[in-house]
C-alpha cells in the first residue's frame, strides 16, 4: 500500500547533538517530497522540499535532507540541535500527476535536552 | 507578505451543531487545501480547490462535511450536525499553483461536546 513511514514517534537529544529524523515512503514513482515542523500551537511551517535534481537539499534554520532512491528515503539532519528546534516534524509527500494533496507521515516529536 | 489566516482560532461547540470555518489564502495563491488534525487519525487531506475546476472532495469524511471557495479567493468548510469524533484541528493551506509548494494557516481548533 502506499504510504509515508516516520519510524520514530519520539525522539530526544541532547542541545548542540546531531539530529536524524527518518522517513521512507512506498510509491510506484518517486514523489515529491517535504518536511514540515509544526510548534506547540503553530501551524505548519515548511522547511524543505525536494522535487527533484540535487539529492541533498538545504532547508531553513539549518536543516538539510537527503533523497536515497535506492531506499526510498528523505531523512532530515541538522548538524547541532538548538533548544528552540523542539517541535513535531513532519513528512510529506504529493504523487506527481494524480492529485496535489499532502499525504503525511505520523510524525516525530522532538525533545531537546538541556 | 501576509500568510494564510484562518478563524475563529478556537471553536467550540455542541454536538449536532453546525459549524462553518473559515480560510483567507495567500493573495495571487490559485490552490487551496484543507486538512483535518486529530489525535487518532493525523494530518488528513480533506478536500481541495484549484482556480474554476471542480474541487477534489474525496477525501471528506462524509455528507456532513463540504466546503465552497467563492471568487477564487476565501474558502469556507461547513460541518453539519457535529459530532465528538469531528473534533480536531482544521488546517487550511495554499500554493501558487497545483503541485507547488503548500503554505499552511494556524488553524481552527474545533471541540464538539
Known amino acids: 500500500a502506499q504510504s509515508v513511514t516516520q519510524p520514530d514517534i519520539h525522539i530526544t537529544v541532547s542541545e548542540g547533538a546531531s539530529l536524524e529524523l527518518r522517513c521512507n515512503y512506498s510509491?510506484?514513482?518517486?514523489?515529491?517530497l517535504f518536511w514540515y515542523v509544526q510548534s506547540p500551537g503553530q501551524g505548519l511551517q515548511l522547511l524543505l522540499k525536494y522535487f527533484s535534481g540535487d539529492t541533498l537539499v538545504q532547508g531553513i534554520k539549518g536543516f538539510e535532507a537527503e533523497f536515497k532512491r535506492s531506499q526510498s528515503s528523505f531523512n532530515l539532519r541538522k548538524p547541532s540541535v538548538h533548544w528552540s528546534d523542539a517541535a513535531e516534524y513532519f513528512c510529506a509527500v504529493v504523487l506527481k500527476g494524480s492529485g496535489d494533496k499532502l499525504t503525511f507521515g505520523t510524525g516525530t516529536r522532538l525533545a531537546v535536552r538541556p | 507578505g501576509a500568510g494564510v489566516s484562518q478563524s475563529p482560532s478556537n471553536k467550540v461547540t455542541e454536538k449536532g451543531k453546525d459549524v462553518e470555518l473559515r480560510c483567507d489564502p495567500i493573495?495571487?495563491?490559485?490552490?487551496l487545501y484543507w486538512y483535518r488534525q486529530s489525535l487518532g487519525q493525523g494530518l488528513e487531506f480533506l478536500i481541495y480547490f484549484q482556480g474554476n475546476s471542480a474541487p477534489d472532495k474525496s477525501g471528506l469524511p462524509s455528507d456532513r462535511f463540504s466546503a465552497e471557495r467563492t471568487g477564487g479567493s476565501v474558502s469556507t468548510l461547513t460541518i453539519q450536525r457535529t459530532q465528538q469524533e469531528d473534533s480536531a484541528v482544521y488546517l487550511c493551506?495554499?500554493?501558487?499553483?497545483?503541485?507547488?509548494?503548500?503554505?499552511f494557516g494556524p488553524g481552527t481548533r474545533l471541540t464538539v461536546l
Open positions: 493551506a495554499s500554493s501558487y499553483d497545483r503541485e507547488d509548494t503548500q503554505y
Open positions: 510509491y510506484g514513482a518517486t514523489p515529491y
Open positions: 493573495s495571487g495563491h490559485t490552490a
